[in-house]
């Protein structure tokens, strides 16, 4: 089993640490991950994206073309990467962002991100909300998984976040 993952969005969405907590996720389940970042000229508000394999074979090179899932938190990414996605692929995008234009021939999902994330007071969590959508749709970790990677990430200088951050993925999980 090899799964491809792109997740893009403007710079300050949370698009790296969505990836590098679904890197890590696999690594805890002892699987094979890799995390590949790529931004743009400007860091918050420009462009960004990760590429994230992971697999229970090795994995030969950290790049790829075309993804079987996408993750995307804004419009412009979604027009830069929807032809990306494998036939038979999945995506996720944010209804609050994203407004799909293409009849795909791989499967969509959409949450509004955005505003669930603003109903708790916390905008900075769209990318969490996303994240419990992408745990529901694609049964990928168990939630208990993805909170072990995110204790690992936080430290313990950002321990205080979990809460919140978990709330936000419990969210995406019931929309």
């Known amino acids: ?40 000229p400007e860091t918050r508000g420009g462009t960004a994206n990760c590429m994230v394999t992971i697999s229970d074979e090795p994995i030969y090179s950290p790049v790829f073309k075309d993804s ?6 804004n419009e412009p990414s979604y027009n830069k990467f929807k032809q990306t996605v494998k036939k038979k692929g999945y995506m996720l995008y944010n209804e609050s962002l994203v407004h799909l234009n293409q009849d795909a021939s791989y499967q969509t999902s959409g ?7 603003a109903s708790i007071n916390e905008p900075k969590t769209i990318n969490m909300v996303l ?37 936000a993925i419990d969210l995406g999980l019931l929309a």
């Open 111 to 117: 949450i509004k991100a955005n505003d669930i994330a």
């Open 68 to 73: 079987d899932d996408l993750i995307v938190l």
């Open 131 to 167: 994240l419990g959508r992408y745990l529901r749709d694609t049964n990928l970790f168990e939630k208990e998984t993805v909170l072990d990677a995110l204790r690992y990430y936080f430290g313990s200088k950002k321990e205080h976040l979990i809460e919140v951050n978990e709330k």
């Open 1 to 40: 089993m090899t799964k491809t993952i792109r997740i893009a969005g403007f710079g300050g969405q949370g698009v790296m640490l969505l990836g590098q907590v679904l890197a890590y996720s696999a690594t805890l389940k002892g699987l094979n991950a890799i995390w590949v970042p790529t931004y743009g």
